[in-house]
């Protein structure tokens, strides 16, 4: 059985709070020869202080909460793995919970907050409501939203800069391979990030003097099969676009299954672009073109920002912060280029 602290003081023939004296942050009020006999029996016996009780008992519990839309998948594990690595070195415990299922958002937090289970949470929510503002209002931890949420100032926020990155890769598809009909399978539309990279579609063809088609949009889930099921809409379409793009890569992987499906060939017949630069894409064949996003960072950096807010909640003039974190292009070799300029776009001859 495992030593516990009134092992150490019978064997010892001392109280229990001279004991914890003794192995505490108050051994200086123990004498040394006290203090050195508790140690080697502690030392006998194998004994392990539960830190756990150690923390509740100074009201802080060294641990750290992450709460996220899904736990699976490589977007989603790049996430909790950069989170750990982070919340590891700073003598964080990791507590992860997940939104899926029939549990949501709110009762994720409630969890961590009713029981004081975390100091801080990182939370990733595809949009904020009263309800959710509500329950983060009424809680007084350090609290990092890991979205693109720009409304909320009083909280820090760490974000991948989604406009952006969509912007940049339509502009890449228009000024770079001359294409002008590109169709987009967007995020749901209750989604601040889909909403972000939808924004930048549409704002980087209305630059370039191109026509939004509102029929070449299709609102996906970022899963795999809302992928397929858009894809299927826009290749049924009388007039097919030459790129998808999809808004993130298990859609686009959705979007090569159908392809494929229909004997569409990628990327003669049809070119396809993804957003996130997961493992998946490069499993794909031919490779992907995407929109890469340091996945992990975007975990390491929001663990960093909570750990500081952690050691200086005292300080009521540290202002939140918000982080937005660049994005790059995956070149692959889903897009090809497009032979028959359009001379209708702006700033070609």
């Avoid at 890769?169 to 399978?185: C, F, G, P, R, V």
């Avoid at 996130?276 to 340091?294: A, C, F, M, Q, W």
């Avoid at 996945?295 to 960093?304: A, M, Y």
């Amino acid at each position: 059985m495992k030593a516990n602290i009134y092992d150490i003081a019978n064997k010892a023939g001392v109280s229990t709070a001279t004991v914890s004296r003794a192995l505490g942050d108050k051994q200086n009020s123990v004498k040394p020869e006290t203090r050195e006999k508790i140690l080697k029996i502690s030392e006998e016996l194998e004994y392990r202080p539960n830190s756990l009780a150690k923390n509740l008992a100074k009201k802080t519990t060294s641990a750290i909460g992450l709460v996220l839309p899904e736990i699976q998948g490589d977007f989603y594990n790049q996430i909790i793995k950069g989170v750990d690595e982070i919340a590891f070195s700073g003598g964080y415990h990791l507590i992860v919970a997940s939104s899926h299922s029939k549990r949501n958002i709110v009762e994720s937090l409630l969890g961590f907050m009713h029981e004081s289970l975390v100091d801080g949470v990182i939370l990733m929510i595809p949009s904020m409501n009263n309800q959710l503002e509500e329950v983060l209002s009424n809680y007084k931890i350090p609290i990092v939203i890991m979205n693109d949420i720009q409304a909320y100032k009083k909280y820090d926020i760490v974000c991948i800069d989604n406009y952006q990155g969509a912007y940049s890769i339509i502009e890449y598809l228009i000024k770079s391979l001359n294409h002008t009909k590109i169709a987009m399978i967007a995020g749901p539309a209750g989604n601040h990030d889909s909403q972000m990279r939808k924004k930048g579609y549409i704002s980087a063809l209305k630059n370039a003097g191109i026509k939004i088609r509102k029929d070449w949009i299709i609102e996906g889930d970022f899963t795999t099969k809302g992928g397929e099921l858009a894809c299927s809409r826009i290749l049924s379409l009388k007039e097919k676009p030459d790129v998808i793009f999809a808004a993130n890569d298990n859609m686009a992987a959705g979007c090569y299954n159908v392809a494929e499906s229909l004997g569409f060939n990628i990327p003669n017949d049809i070119s396809i672009v993804g957003f996130d630069n997961i493992e998946l894409g490069s499993y794909l064949r031919p490779k992907l073109t995407t929109v890469h996003v340091p996945v992990s960072e975007i975990g390491k950096i929001s663990t960093k920002v909570l750990i500081n807010r952690l050691h200086n909640k005292d300080d009521n003039s540290v202002e939140p912060q918000n982080i937005k974190i660049s994005t790059g292009i995956i070149i692959g070799d889903s897009v090809t280029k497009n032979n028959y300029l359009d001379h209708n776009i702006r700033g070609k001859k």
